[in-house]
T-cell receptor
């Protein structure tokens, strides 16, 4: 069974703090993704990575950065958290593109920025 | 025009009925199409994947793809209250592994 884990289910941070969200997958997948999900806006891609140290911006990268130093781990960083970054954050992983393989999602981190 | 469009619902059906969920997309080059189910407070999980025109059946679920008309649908037969969830349509673009998701349709199955 593919397992994607995220470091926290719930997180409360203050405005201006630096926030790290960690994601680990155990299936040796090349691709990893970070999304945020907000009511009425659906799933929006923040960043994705198709290999170690490789990253590409998604649809809403502003205010975020990512790090992928090891194949199994993909971190999302909020450099200076703001209240408009309060959201559900979902990590996913998949085999390489073009194969039609599904993305497997982690349980999500509900981040509240006060 | 949004790349993947779904009616947000809610779609309400009685228990035992057929639920029909629809999705249209704009990229004619799309090759792979996915239906995810998401229960409230949970993460999405894949229930169907289709890449060829026509129907694909898996238990009570049937995915239908029509590339010429650029739509994909999901039929749920003998709907159960446990099917109540949000259903997300997603398409893979450009062989990158990236998926574009629709906003999801909320299904309510009433006992």
């Amino acid at each position: 069974d593919v397992k994607v884990t995220q470091s926290s289910r719930y997180l409360v941070k203050r405005t201006g703090e630096k926030v790290f969200l960690e994601c680990v997958q155990d299936m040796d997948h090349e691709n990893m993704f970070w999304y945020r999900q907000d009511p009425g806006l659906g799933l929006r891609l923040i960043y994705f990575s198709y290999d170690v140290k490789m990253k590409e911006k998604g649809d809403i990268p502003e205010g975020y950065s990512v790090s992928r130093e090891k194949k199994e781990r993909f971190s999302l960083i909020l450099e200076s958290a703001s209240t408009n970054q309060t959201s559900m954050y979902l990590c996913a992983s998949s085999p390489p593109g073009g194969t039609g393989y599904e993305q497997y999602f982690g349980p999500g981190t509900r981040l509240t920025v006060t | 025009q949004k790349e993947v469009e779904q009616n947000s619902g809610p779609l309400s059906v009685p228990e035992g009925a057929i639920a029909s969920l629809n999705c249209t997309y704009s990229d004619r080059g799309s090759q792979s199409f996915f239906w995810y189910r998401q229960y409230s407070g949970k993460s999405p999980e894949l229930i169907m994947f289709i890449y060829s025109n026509g129907d694909k059946e898996d238990g009570r679920f049937t995915a239908q793809l029509n590339k010429a008309s650029q739509y994909v649908s999901l039929l749920i037969r003998d709907s159960q209250p446990s099917d109540s969830a949000t259903y997300l349509c997603a398409i893979e673009t450009g062989n990158t592994g990236k998926l574009i998701f629709g906003q999801g349709t909320t299904l309510q199955v009433k006992p």
